[in-house]
């Protein structure tokens, strides 16, 4: 009964592929949220939707894609994969609560990408 | 720019002792805060929050302290335990949903 999961949970490729992430939750949220953890550690917010609608959008590149096609699932597509792609890629979700609870979010395992 | 720093990137404590991990912040609107711990192979997971009408949150073992005037906020672990041995992230709300993370501090308990 894992609350966020992610699929694979690692991806090892050729630069110039295109491959998939999938995410799913089962806490009934309704805010997802794709995070990329680079080299150096760092979590950045990449893409962040609510009930299957785009609030954030950060600045990435267009070769990533996210799709929403329920509240309960966030999948990220990634075309041309590049070597600075490499990295961990994190899906989360929030509850849209008043107050600071929708803040708290939960985070699935990740999944790492190595762009060979 | 990180708006959230986390500037000692490892700290190594003896079992039963205090681990303190310091954070700061540059934007002075930032109302609250949270950490995060997350242990290698798995996705970080929500420790402790304190909003900046505290200067204090505790719960068990961590304690979050918050410092407005300097903005610095730091968590203590009392007393450290070998499971206590993970990267512990700083974050903070920065409009919407969206949170700001720190660089991260590995911490390492001795047995």
């Known amino acids: 009964d894992t609350a966020v999961s992610q699929t694979p949970k690692y991806l090892v490729t050729q630069m110039g592929n295109d491959k998939s992430i999938k995410c799913e939750q089962n806490?009934?949220?309704?805010?997802m949220y794709w995070y990329k953890q680079d080299s150096k550690k760092f979590l950045k917010i990449m893409f962040s939707?609510?009930?299957?609608?785009?609030?954030i959008n950060e600045t990435v590149p267009n070769r990533f894609s996210p799709k929403s096609p329920d509240k309960a699932h966030l999948n990220l597509h990634i075309n041309s994969l590049e070597l600075g792609d490499s990295a961990v890629y994190f899906c989360?979700?929030?509850?849209?609560?008043?107050?600071?609870?929708?803040?708290?979010?939960?985070f699935g395992p990740g999944t790492r990408l190595l762009v060979l | 720019d990180q708006q959230v720093k986390q500037n000692s990137p490892s700290l190594s404590v003896q079992e039963g002792r205090i681990s303190i991990l310091n954070c700061d912040y540059t934007?002075?609107?930032?109302?609250?805060f949270l950490w995060y711990k997350k242990y290698p192979a798995e996705g970080p997971t929500f420790l402790i929050s304190?909003?900046?009408?505290?200067d204090k949150n505790e719960d068990g073992r961590f304690t979050v302290f918050l410092n407005k005037s300097a903005k610095h906020l730091s968590l203590h672990i009392v007393p450290s335990q070998p499971g206590d041995s993970a990267v512990y992230f700083c974050a903070a709300p920065c409009g919407g949903n969206k949170l700001t993370f720190g660089g991260g501090t590995r911490v390492l308990v001795k047995p």
């Open positions: 304190i909003s900046s009408i505290k």
């Open positions: 806490l009934g949220h309704d805010t």
């Open positions: 934007n002075s609107m930032f109302d609250y």
């Open positions: 939707y609510n009930n299957k609608e785009l609030i």
């Open positions: 989360a979700s929030s509850p849209r609560t008043s107050g600071r609870a929708q803040e708290t979010q939960y």
